[in-house]
């Protein structure tokens, strides 16, 4: 692809950054939100709790604070769970949408018949990664390390999407990334993920537009597939 095609338009690079600040700031504040208000919901919950057995702990009477607040605490418990489920979805989503996004504009700007959604590939994000790898001939090697790691998410996506976090017969690969992330652990009874702070989401987040803001980066640089 012609770098200077490219430049000539805008600047391709800094526009990629600044539209994905676009889509996945809110994002990021939202979690800050929703999160602190789980976690000003549990203490409302903890005090009234804590209130409860302090007024009547001493009247065999009356029935103690769990049976009272029984579901509210059920409830709040998957709260964080819920959450984190909800917008782990929506940031790959928004990935591949981003991603796609940007082969378009790519095809657009060489005036190429040939578009993302011409190629096949393993999911959505292996259609543009081969697009920009075969059509725009772009080597995305240098991004090798991150692409593996986008294919873990991918996994951990999928397994959320359509089967409630479940992984059968996960391979060691993708069980020692799951133990050295954070936020995020590997139930081996259930073969269940759960995501456990908004901090992997984080993480996510960053690890999906590294990739995107990289592979912009090398297409602006016109470096040509090795043949």
């Not at 789980?38 to 769990?66: C, G, R, T, V």
């Not at 995501?195 to 640089?221: Q, V, Y």
Request: hydrophobic share 35%; glycine share 4%.
């Amino acid at each position: 692809m012609s770098s200077r095609k490219l430049r000539n338009k805008y600047d391709f690079l800094d526009n990629t950054r600044i539209l994905l600040n676009f889509k996945f700031d809110p994002i990021k504040d939202y979690l800050d939100n929703s999160a602190g208000m789980i976690i000003q919901q549990e203490k409302e919950l903890n005090e009234k709790y804590q209130a409860w057995n302090k007024k009547h702990s001493n009247n065999p009477e009356m029935p103690d604070a769990f049976d009272i607040y029984e579901m509210e605490i059920i409830n709040s418990s998957e709260f964080p769970n819920i959450l984190n489920q909800s917008i782990y979805l929506t940031i790959y989503s928004t990935f591949e949408n981003e991603f796609f996004k940007l082969c378009e504009w790519c095809q657009n700007a060489e005036n190429l018949k040939i578009g993302p959604k011409d190629i096949n590939g393993q999911g959505y994000i292996g259609q543009c990664r081969k697009y920009v790898t075969n059509v725009l001939d772009v080597n995305l090697d240098d991004l090798n390390e991150l692409w593996a790691e986008i294919k873990k998410y991918q996994l951990i996506r999928n397994s959320i999407a359509h089967n409630n976090g479940i992984i059968k017969s996960p391979n060691n690969d993708v069980l020692t990334f799951i133990e050295n992330s954070n936020g995020i652990l590997f139930d081996i009874k259930k073969s269940q993920v759960k995501i456990e702070s908004i901090d992997f989401l984080k993480t996510l987040i960053d690890k999906l537009t590294d990739f995107i803001s990289g592979t912009a980066e090398i297409i602006m640089n016109g470096k040509k597939a090795s043949t």
